[in-house]
């Protein structure tokens, strides 16, 4: 059982940078695939980022790619994602997730969700 909080959320201008948080809870927060998903009114969950329990694989989604890195503390079990030339675009709820599988993008592949953190980007 693994249990997730995000933090760090707010409201920031264009161009600017946030950093999200994922604390979990669970011995085995190592040996899980952590991803982070995000939800703006009216759309569908989507995948933004995820990161293997070695931090050395990660996957991003091309609109984040080059803005957006995620990491991973496993002595501390939280997972990050440094957010940078947000847009506003890139407003939406931004949920935390881990799976004992595959590194995958289909919300479907994963276990365990946070309650979410919003994102506010003004232009």
């Known amino acids: 059982q693994v249990q997730l909080v995000e933090s760090g959320g707010g409201l920031v201008q264009a161009g600017g940078s946030l950093r999200l948080s994922c604390a979990a809870s669970g011995r085995t927060f190592r040996s899980y695939i952590m991803g982070w998903f995000r939800q703006a009114p009216g759309k569908e969950r989507e995948f933004v980022a995820a990161v293997r329990w070695s931090g050395s694989s990660t996957s991003y989604a091309d609109s984040v790619k080059g803005r957006f890195t995620i990491s991973r503390d496993n002595a501390k079990n939280t997972v990050y994602l440094q957010m940078s030339s947000l847009k506003p675009e890139d407003s939406a709820v931004y949920y935390c997730?881990?799976?004992?599988?595959?590194?995958?993008?289909?919300?479907?592949?994963?276990?365990?969700w946070g309650q979410g953190t919003q994102v506010t980007v003004s232009s």
């Open positions: 997730a881990a799976n004992s599988g595959l590194l995958v993008t289909n919300p479907r592949g994963y276990d365990y």
